[in-house]
């Protein structure tokens, strides 16, 4: 299906975005401190400065970081349950997570009457909750209850803490819920109703011991969580822990459940009261800190970005704890980030390169291995010619990897025989942006997407295939009222949301993108000044769009009229509009013409450059966008430069060094054969790290002499000389 014609922005480069999108456009931490207003508070005699919207609770903490605040946490907001952080503000004593600050407000932490409340809300706050923390699996360090009690100098409970009727729900396999220690603070609530917005979770508050409950009160294995792992993270002590941290943090855990509870009492009959608990808690805490690896690092599965640190001891992992100053995803996590990690110690997965003799795969050396790989890729090139030679790299792999994979096919190996997974899914979204916006990249970043009027998802399924993405949506759009528009064929998560939701026949996206594009110039509605400032080939698109009227399209496609006039109308009111597409769009024939026209209409509506609008192509893999940013494209060098241009190869020959050696090839396998054909063309290929087990790579490499880098024996490596 061809598609119209494209318009392009004036200021489009090849080489990098437009002036004002993508990541260029968003102002340094720096910048944006120093033009934001803020407000100054006296806490305690002492003035402090903290940013306007802020609450008092931020001010409070600058001078006093061990403040109690049980209940309030900055990815939830004020919660109001726990009482902890009772101040007195301008004379009152209210809750300092729920009261702005405001230029010149007086607060008072060490008043009598707010430093007795604190303590009363503490006292409430551990009848539900035992304090056993030399055993306990959470005395890492960043318990909530436990620092607060400590900083409070709790010696007696008040109230002394009384069993509840409840057992341990160890239903999940991930996660388990102790109602024991539950001190019904509300964080894990909030967190599932209003941050993952799966709304699974409640408090029974009608039970005589009120509760934490998942649906309708069902086991935890039987509800709707998706195990997204929000509400274990933000719970502030042991009641929802990892269950990879059962008995294997501390050096008192793992007991056995009756010799536990023995030295439970037994600490509580001899000891005078929580002081010496908690000095030997905070000694063995200490020592769990040098057995206790935190890194940080980058989630390995989708394309949002999310980091996170990732606690170890010795090579097994414990858990995923993510970090509020994470750009992309805050305290988010989905079930693959927070949990899929067991692969790194499976049995399968290969610690030493394998090289084959005959029928079966020996171990070798790096050496061994590597000195084989030089000797055959020099064999076959002096043989065939360079052009033999295909490499796959990967977009799992870092920025400065693929870098490498792309340069030595083609400074060494003479070579643009290079390509990755992205030729099956972003390439054609890459083309779409190229065409239009001269920038094969996302226009901004999650925080645009979040704070848009409009959404538009089209052939993606977010909730799956990024689900941390998904959650900002679904977040916007109940909290801030953030519309959604859905075209896919499926009736998935976001689908179910949306108004309105459109189900397009197969392969028909190009057609009713076009027809709504074309009924908004008709009616007058684009954005003139846009396009007459950054738009060049108007007419020409124009022109090209007479076929797309909303009758050829409601005939086409399936969406009626009336839906194709609302979806323009919701453009036209909202301020800021994102589209979001992905594979639904781009694995179709039609997909660059699709990702054009989605580009098209974002034009004509002024949806660029500004925050909160914009499009974006969802990678499927990490790094699928790094892989293409850096050249491993047989088309492209890195920064998507021409390989058919002169100028851009003679600039990398003299930037690699290869002036009077090696030149770069200007022709390339897809001259010859298109993908994945291509591989016919090659006697040796190379995997790095793709997992690439496609039927056509698995039939291919049974043919041919076939190089990996993987860290399992997938179905490719296993045809491999060297996987």
Known sequence: MSGATHVQDKTSRTTGPLPGVGPTSAPTPARAAASAPTMRVSVDGREVVVPAGSNVLAAVLQTDERFPHICYHPALGPIQTCDTCIAEIDGKLQRACAVEAKEGMQVRTKAVAARWTRK??????????????????????????????????????????????????????????DPDQCVLCGRCVEACQNLQVSEVLSIDWSRERPRVIWDDDVPIN?????????????????????????????????????????????????????????????????????????????????????????????????????????????????????????????RDRLLTPLIRRGDEFV??????????????????KQTYGPDAIGYISSSKCTNEENYLMQKFARAV????????????????????????????????????IEMADLVIVI??????????????????????????????????????????????NPGTDLVWICAVTKYILDQG??????????????????????????????????????????????????STTCILWAMG????????????????????????????????PLRGHNNVQGAGDFGCAPLYLPGYERV???????????????????????RSWRRRRRWPNSFGACRTSGWKGTGASSGRCVRTARTRRCCTRMGFLSPTARHACIP
């Open 120 to 177: 009363e809300a503490m006292d409430r706050i551990l009848h539900n909750h035992e304090l056993y923390c030399t055993v306990c699996d959470n005395n890492n360090g960043n318990c909530v209850v436990h620092n607060t009690a400590m900083a409070m100098n709790i010696e007696h409970q008040k109230y002394p803490f009384s069993p509840k009727p409840y057992e341990q729900d160890n239903s999940h396999p991930f996660y388990r819920y």
């Open 459 to 504: 052939g993606a399924n977010p909730a799956e295939s990024h689900p941390v993405l998904s959650t900002r949506v679904r977040r916007a759009h109940k909290k801030r009222g953030q519309k959604l528009i859905v075209a896919d064929l499926r009736r998935h998560d976001l689908a179910r949301r949306a108004d309105p939701y459109l189900h397009p």
């Open 525 to 574: 509605w684009e954005d003139k000044d846009f396009l007459r400032d950054r738009v060049n080939g108007l007419d020409a698109f124009r022109a090209s769009l007479e076929p797309y009227t909303l009758d050829h399209a409601a005939e086409v496609t399936g969406i009626g009229k009336d839906d194709l006039i609302r979806v323009a109308e919701m453009i036209r009111e909202a």
């Open 222 to 346: 039987e509800s709707s969580c998706v195990s997204c792992g929000h509400c274990v993270t933000v719970c502030p002590c042991n009641a929802l822990m990892e269950k990879s941290m059962l008995g294997e943090a501390g050096f008192l855990t793992g007991l056995d459940p009756a010799l536990l509870e023995r030295m439970i009492h037994l600490t509580k009959e001899t000891e005078p009261g929580y002081g010496p608990i908690f000095t030997v808690s905070e000694v063995e805490a200490k020592m769990r800190e040098a057995r206790i690896q935190r890194t940080k690092t980058v989630c390995t599965y989708c394309g949002v970005g999310c980091s996170f640190d990732i606690w170890t001891k010795g090579r097994k992992i414990l858990k995923i704890q993510p970090r509020m100053e994470a750009p992309a995803n805050q305290i988010s996590t989905c079930v693959k980030g927070k949990f899929g990690w067991e692969w790194v110690n499976h």
């Open 363 to 380: 171990p070798a050396t790096w050496d061994e291995a590597l000195d084989l790989v030089a000797q055959r890729l020099t064999e076959i």
């Open 644 to 666: 058919a241009d002169p100028a851009v190869r003679e600039k990398y020959e003299r930037a690699w060094a290869l002036i009077g050696r090696t030149p770069i090839r200007r």
């Open 585 to 616: 769009v781009t694995q179709h024939v039609g997909g660059s013409e699709t990702s054009t026209a989605i580009c098209n209409l974002l034009l004509v509506t002024g949806n660029f450059g500004r925050p909160g609008t914009g499009a974006y």
């Open 413 to 448: 190996m003479g070579t643009n025989n290079i390509d990755n997974c992205s030729r099956y899914c972003q390439t054609p979204a890459t083309e779409g942006l190229h065409r239009t916006v001269g920038y094969g990249g996302d226009s901004g970043s999650i925080r645009d």
